[in-house]
Every structure is written in structure tokens, then in C-alpha cells.
């Protein structure tokens, strides 16, 4: 059983598919009634990126009304800050990361307007909070106060503030200059100037870029290239040469192939025989590789990564945001 049929099921592969999707929506709903495990509280660090992901794969699997609506914006409220940004969880502080996963929530729920009626200074606090984390030397972000730069946090301002409409709120042409400053000579990119190319920063550096309208810098063919070059035996892909397949790099790997229209150098069947082994078809959920144990992260990414390979009945992501198309496509014609 699994989310798409194979050669030789036509018969009752609808309803199998239809089964092991509801085992993957199951899955994440009760992952909120596990508040007795020590797992549950040792990842509090990691409970408002939780929501989202959780949130955006329900909704790429047909399931919007899965998780209950209004208990899903209470929570993401009550985890902002007076700076107007945004923590993992309540208590704990405001982070570039957290406040991104939290206006994606919003959107994605079309509750934006709950920041200007509930939330602690309304959308304008939450856009001074990521601009303010922008290094007006280099044009980098900080992922808060204490000062690490990485290029998961340009693209999260880049990402969060476009859906707010705020992007004017930071230097772009600055941003974009840092970003050109991060491209190796394989065409890919890395977490700052002079580091080791990596798939995840590939798609923060050109999503980054595709907001803000430059991909026209972005070396297509070398780049596609080296992302090629990652998918590995098992259908897979790496992060980075020499390392072991992880399904969450079908999203990383194959999203970034999306954006400079270079999807179709990779095997996209063998690439998605890979995902469906890494699920558990009883229990629901995705893991990094087959056999391993699911979570939800690699679920989220799993799904998205069979969402751009257009599988079965999962809907359509937004190779960009990382968020369901029709959602995104609403708010960027605002």
C-alpha cells in the first residue's frame, strides 16, 4: 500500500492510495496527543516548525480541516514575543525561524488578519523584527539578537515578508549581493561566503533569489549540474558528495531543480520509488531512509518532494515557498 499505484495495480490502487493517506494524516494529527512522552517535550524546541510542517503536508494531502483551525492560530499567537517576533514555543525567544514557520501558519489559514486583531502590534511589528535582523553592512540576516548569519535566515525574511507584502522593508539589491558572494565555483552555494556547497542552502540562496525576481544570476546549467549529481542508486538524493540519501533532499534537492526549470535532468520515477520506501504504510509517516523511523519533518519534506514530482492525488507546492500553490499564489496577488 502506498501513495501511488505501481505497474500491474490499476485495480484498487485508488482506494489503497486513499488509505495509506489517511494513515499519513492520522499519523501527524495524533502527534499533539503524545504530551506524556519525553519526545514530545525534548523537541519543544522545534514545536512551532512542527505546526508548519505538519500543516503544509495535510494540506498537500487533500486534509486541510485535519488539525483544528482555531487552536492551531491561538497557539501560534501565543508564542509571539513583545519584538514582534516569534518563538518555538511560549517562553521561549523570538528567532527569524520561528517567526517564518509563523507567518507561513497564518497564511496558509488565511489568518493574517488575527496578527492586527489579537497579535502583539500587528503585522508592521512582525516585518520590523525581520528587518531589524538584517546586517546593513553585508546585507545577511541574523537569526536573532545573538548574531549568527546563515542563508536559511535571508531567505526566511525574504520569504515571510513577501507574504506579508512588507519585502521594502529590508535592502534587496544588498541581499542579493550577499547571495552572489555565496556561489562556489560548482555553481552551487553555501551557508556564508567561502563555505562548502549543500543542497539545503541551494534552495535558501535561489528561492532567494526567484522572490526577489534575480535568477537571472543564477548559473542554471552548472548549478543543475551539480544538483543532478546528487541523486544517487537508490533513486535518492544526497546533500552533498559522499554522503548517504535522505528523503527530506527531495524536497531540498528537488525544489531547487524546479525553480531553474531543470527538474527533468534527475529521474523523477526513480526519485519517487526512493520516498515511498521511506513510509511507514501501517503507521503512517515518512522517515529519512526505508526502515527508519518516521517523523515529521521528513514526512512534510517527503510529501512535498512527491508534490513536485506531481504523484498521485497530492496537491501542487509552491517550488518557492514551500507551501501549498493555491495558497501562495492568493496572498502574492494581494
Same mark, same amino acid.
Given at each position: 500500500?502506498?501513495?501511488?499505484?505501481?505497474?500491474?495495480?490499476?485495480?484498487?490502487?485508488?482506494?489503497?492510495?486513499?488509505?495509506? !493517506?489517511?494513515?499519513?494524516?492520522?499519523? /501527524?494529527? +495524533?502527534? %499533539?496527543?503524545?504530551? %506524556?512522552?519525553?519526545?514530545?517535550?525534548?523537541?519543544?524546541?522545534? @514545536?512551532?516548525?512542527?505546526?508548519?510542517?505538519?500543516?503544509?503536508?495535510?494540506?498537500?494531502?487533500?486534509?486541510?480541516? =485535519?488539525?483544528?483551525?482555531?487552536?492551531? /492560530?491561538?497557539?501560534?499567537?501565543?508564542?509571539?514575543?513583545?519584538?514582534?517576533?516569534? &518563538?518555538?514555543?511560549?517562553?521561549?525567544?523570538?528567532?527569524?525561524?520561528?517567526?517564518?514557520?509563523? #507567518?507561513?501558519?497564518?497564511?496558509?489559514?488565511?489568518?493574517?488578519?488575527?496578527?492586527?486583531? @489579537?497579535?502583539?502590534?500587528?503585522?508592521?511589528?512582525?516585518?520590523?523584527? /525581520?528587518?531589524?535582523?538584517? %546586517?546593513? $553592512?553585508?546585507?545577511?540576516?541574523?537569526?536573532?539578537?545573538?548574531?549568527?548569519?546563515?542563508? @536559511?535566515?535571508?531567505?526566511?525574511?525574504?520569504?515571510?515578508?513577501?507574504?506579508?507584502?512588507?519585502?521594502?522593508?529590508?535592502?534587496?539589491?544588498?541581499?542579493?549581493?550577499?547571495?552572489?558572494?555565496?556561489?562556489?565555483? %560548482?555553481?552551487?552555494?553555501?551557508?556564508?561566503?567561502?563555505? $562548502?556547497?549543500?543542497?539545503?542552502?541551494?534552495?535558501?540562496?535561489?528561492?532567494?533569489?526567484?522572490? =526577489?525576481?534575480?535568477?537571472?544570476?543564477? +548559473?542554471?546549467?552548472?548549478?543543475?549540474?551539480?544538483?543532478?549529481?546528487?541523486?544517487?542508486?537508490? &533513486?535518492?538524493?544526497?546533500? @552533498?558528495?559522499?554522503?548517504?540519501?535522505?528523503?527530506?533532499?527531495?524536497?531540498?534537492?528537488?525544489?531547487?531543480?524546479? !525553480? !531553474?526549470?531543470?527538474?527533468?535532468?534527475?529521474?523523477?520515477?526513480?526519485?519517487?520509488?526512493?520516498?515511498?520506501?521511506?513510509?511507514?504504510?501501517? =503507521?503512517?509517516?515518512?522517515?529519512?531512509?526505508?526502515?527508519?523511523?518516521?517523523?515529521?519533518?521528513? *514526512?512534510?519534506?517527503?510529501?512535498?518532494?512527491?508534490?513536485?514530482? +506531481?504523484?498521485?492525488? /497530492?496537491?501542487?507546492?509552491?517550488?518557492?515557498?514551500?507551501?501549498?500553490? *493555491? #495558497?501562495?499564489?492568493?496572498?502574492?496577488?494581494?
Amino acid at each position: 500500500m502506498s501513495l501511488v499505484s505501481g505497474p500491474g495495480r490499476a485495480v484498487g490502487a485508488q482506494h489503497d492510495q486513499q488509505l495509506c !493517506i489517511q494513515k499519513h494524516v492520522e499519523y /501527524i494529527k +495524533n502527534l %499533539d496527543s503524545r504530551r %506524556d512522552e519525553l519526545e514530545y517535550w525534548l523537541t519543544e524546541h522545534l @514545536r512551532l516548525n512542527g505546526v508548519y510542517w505538519g500543516l503544509t503536508a495535510l494540506h498537500l494531502l487533500g486534509c486541510p480541516q =485535519a488539525l483544528p483551525r482555531e487552536d492551531t /492560530i491561538d497557539f501560534v499567537l501565543s508564542c509571539q514575543k513583545d519584538n514582534g517576533g516569534f &518563538g518555538a514555543a511560549p517562553g521561549h525567544d523570538a528567532h527569524m525561524l520561528y517567526t517564518v514557520s509563523a #507567518v507561513q501558519i497564518l497564511v496558509t489559514l488565511d489568518a493574517v488578519d488575527e496578527l492586527e486583531k @489579537r497579535g502583539l502590534g500587528g503585522k508592521a511589528k512582525v516585518g520590523s523584527f /525581520i528587518a531589524n535582523l538584517q %546586517d546593513k $553592512e553585508t546585507g545577511s540576516f541574523m537569526g536573532d539578537e545573538w548574531g549568527e548569519l546563515d542563508t @536559511r535566515f535571508l531567505y526566511g525574511a525574504f520569504n515571510a515578508l513577501s507574504l506579508l507584502g512588507l519585502l521594502h522593508l529590508v535592502d534587496v539589491p544588498k541581499a542579493v549581493a550577499y547571495l552572489q558572494k555565496c556561489e562556489n565555483l %560548482d555553481g552551487a552555494y553555501g551557508i556564508r561566503p567561502g563555505t $562548502e556547497s549543500h543542497a539545503g542552502q541551494v534552495f535558501t540562496c535561489v528561492a532567494a533569489l526567484a522572490i =526577489a525576481g534575480r535568477l537571472d544570476l543564477v +548559473n542554471k546549467d552548472r548549478l543543475g549540474g551539480w544538483l543532478s549529481e546528487r541523486q544517487l542508486e537508490t &533513486g535518492g538524493f544526497n546533500g @552533498r558528495p559522499e554522503k548517504l540519501e535522505d528523503a527530506c533532499y527531495s524536497w531540498w534537492v528537488g525544489s531547487s531543480l524546479a !525553480i !531553474i526549470d531543470r527538474l527533468h535532468w534527475i529521474d523523477g520515477s526513480k526519485l519517487a520509488a526512493y520516498i515511498l520506501r521511506c513510509q511507514d504504510p501501517e =503507521a503512517g509517516g515518512f522517515g529519512d531512509r526505508p526502515g527508519n523511523m518516521v517523523d515529521v519533518f521528513h *514526512t512534510h519534506f517527503a510529501i512535498a518532494g512527491l508534490s513536485l514530482l +506531481n504523484h498521485g492525488s /497530492i496537491k501542487e507546492v509552491d517550488p518557492v515557498y514551500c507551501m501549498p500553490k *493555491t #495558497v501562495t499564489t492568493k496572498y502574492l496577488s494581494k
